[in-house]
């Protein structure tokens, strides 16, 4: 069987393209489109994505999420990344599916700077990091000894 968005393909991404996930994508342009024909159409700034996503015309809510990300002028948005991400919100009293932006979360957090170590320290001071990080562990957990004894509830 064939399903309505295969038969009838969008031109433009959808929330169902999403597949309940949000997407980064970075901005490749965002020109004005008219969209639509005789007296339904209507001009709307329309993003055109760098990694083959379909491309999104913007409503104001959406239109305000990318300006608050990259900028009022549309002329500075193509190289900022975005992300798409699907939900719901209500359009003439139903509860419908639509796609929202917000600014990507960090994926990857940046390692914190150490002490370097050098190939002749013999890893020392990693080990010494380690000891010190096992020496607070168990001062911490003979802390909470000392506090559960002075309560009189048995530790666990």
């Given at each position: ?11 433009y991404?959808?929330?169902g ?8 994508e ?6 004005t ?8 159409a ?10 083959g ?33 699907p ?26 700077a ?6 002749t ?9 380690r ?5 607070s ?9 000392a506090?559960?004894?002075r309560?009189?509830?048995?530790t666990?």
């Open positions: 069987m064939s399903k309505r968005n295969e038969i009838f393909p969008s031109k991404v959808k929330s393209d999403l597949r309940g996930k949000p997407l980064v970075e901005i490749e342009w965002a020109p489109e008219t969209l639509g024909n005789g007296s339904e209507e001009r709307k700034t329309v993003l055109h994505f760098r990694g996503t379909k491309p999104l015309p913007l409503n104001m809510t959406n239109w305000d999420a990318v300006a608050a990300i990259a900028g009022d002028d549309t002329d500075g948005w193509p190289g900022h990344r975005v992300e798409l991400y939900t719901t919100t209500e359009l003439k009293g139903k509860i419908v599916d639509c796609i929202r932006i917000r600014a990507p979360r960090q994926t990857q957090e940046k390692p914190k150490g002490p370097p170590t050098s190939p320290d013999g890893g020392r001071r990693r080990s010494q990091a000891s010190a990080g096992r020496s562990t168990s001062a911490s957990s003979s802390a909470t000894a506090t559960s004894s309560s009189g509830r048995p666990a």
